[in-house]
């Protein structure tokens, strides 16, 4: 019982608010950024992988929130290698990290750090992009397909409920920390 009320109060609580923003920011790109991304990305694999290492190294952002703008940024066309680099990347670092790892350490140990974390991001995203292209799968064609699974009205239900869930606890958790800023 005790995991059950972990899993659906606490953990679901913890993840609710970066993987909101996650879905915000995927609902965004997968609106407003072009559907040509696909013929930029193929061309400049490289460079899109660099684009995606800039962008994660300083953001603050979890695994949770960054899976979901990875597939949406799939979904636009984004090579598998880009978005792979952007994953790991990301979570693994921010400016906070950085900040620390600076001032507790030093700045070669700072360099070594960013340097190990992007080399081994921009070697797995290569080799995610040359599986891809052995296996000649296109990664924005597969992004969504597990939804074929379960019917539309069972994942309407799922989203309803998730979202119901998220709402009762973070009214919950907000009432029990206003409940206790009273009594003291």
């Known amino acids: 019982m005790g995991g059950i009320k972990y899993a659906y109060g606490e953990l679901l609580t913890d993840i ?5 923003i996650g879905i915000l920011i995927a609902g965004v790109i997968t ?3 072009p559907d040509d991304l696909t013929v930029w990305a193929n061309e400049h694999r490289f460079l899109s992988m660099l684009v995606m290492l800039i962008t994660g190294i300083p953001m603050y952002i979890c695994a949770t929130s960054s899976t ?13 290698g880009a978005a792979l680099v952007f994953l790991l ?20 140990a700072l360099l070594i750090y960013l340097s190990m974390i992007s080399l081994a991001s921009l070697s797995l995203g290569f080799l ?9 799968i296109q990664a924005s064609a597969i992004v969504g397909q597990a939804s074929e699974i379960f019917p539309e009205n ?5 989203a309803a409920v998730l979202t ?17 800023a009273h009594s003291h």
């Open 16 to 20: 609710a608010k970066p993987f909101l």
């Open 31 to 33: 609106f407003y950024f």
């Open 68 to 80: 979901p703008i990875a597939a949406a940024l799939i979904l636009k066309g984004l090579n598998p």
């Open 89 to 108: 990347a990301g979570p693994a670092t921010n400016a906070a990290t950085i900040n620390l790892v600076k001032n507790i350490f030093n700045t070669r």
């Open 128 to 136: 995610v992009d040359t599986l891809y292209d052995l296996m000649e």
């Open 154 to 158: 069972v994942q309407l239900v799922s």
């Open 164 to 180: 119901g869930l998220i709402v009762y606890n973070l009214v919950a958790n907000f009432r029990h920390k206003a409940a206790h």
